[in-house]
Structures are given as structure tokens and as C-alpha cells.
């Protein structure tokens, strides 16, 4: 199922509606298709220094997904959608605060949408 479904429905929350994804800026600067914050890059790659790159590069949606996954390794108690995905949206404790769970049923409801849960 995941990876590459949960990617994607994360992709289509943070920038489904942007004709070029990868030249996204979020409200906060968050930058790319996956929206990453520059605080979310520098602790994904404090956490697997061999990533190395630049936060620009959170843009190519690959690297940004190496960049996801070295923060969930770093953060998640366990790798199911819901946990990684609210992770994704409110940093190292999004899967225990309540302002993560409308997000989580966006993500969901794609998962869903696509038979991906």
C-alpha cells in the first residue's frame, strides 16, 4: 500500500491544486510538493546526514521523499498511514495533537478514494 500511495495522497493535499508542484511555497514558506518546512529539512537531515543537499532541493519530489522518510525515522513510534501522515503535518508529536486529525482524514479519504487503506 504505502509508500508511493501515501506519498501521493500526501502530495495531493499539500499541492493538489498547484500546476507546477515543485514551485509550491506554502503559506510559511514550506517549500515544493510535499510542502517541507525548512526546521522539517534541517532535522531530517540532522537525523541522516547523508542526504546532504540543500533545502532547495525539497522541491524535486524524490529527494523530498528521502527527506520524509529520514523524519519519520527519526520521529515516528510506528509506520502506519495515520501516524506518518500527521507526523508529516504537525511535526515530531502531529500524531498526538488534535489539530493533525482533519488532515489526516484528507489523507485518508484519497487512501480511501483509491482502495490504498
Known amino acids: 500500500m504505502y509508500p508511493r500511495s501515501l506519498f501521493n495522497a500526501i ?12 514551485s509550491a511555497i506554502g503559506m510559511h514558506n514550506e517549500l515544493g510538493p510535499y510542502q517541507i518546512s525548512e ?15 540543500t533545502y532547495q532541493m525539497v522541491r524535486n519530489q524524490y529527494y523530498a521523499e528521502w ?9 515516528a ?5 495515520e501516524v506518518l501522515s ?12 488534535v489539530k ?6 484528507r489523507v485518508k479519504e ?5 482502495n490504498d487503506i
Open 39 to 53: 526546521a522539517y529539512w534541517r532535522d531530517a537531515i540532522s537525523h541522516r546526514p547523508e542526504l546532504g543537499g
Open 67 to 75: 527527506v520524509m522518510m529520514a523524519y519519520w525515522d527519526r520521529y
Open 100 to 105: 493533525t486529525n482533519n488532515y489526516w482524514l
Open 110 to 114: 484519497i487512501l480511501d478514494a483509491n
Open 11 to 22: 502530495r495531493s493535499v499539500e499541492t493538489g491544486g498547484e500546476p507546477d508542484p515543485s
Open 86 to 97: 500527521r507526523i508529516h503535518n504537525g511535526g515530531p508529536y502531529g500524531h498526538t495533537s
Open 77 to 81: 513510534p510506528n509506520f502506519c498511514p
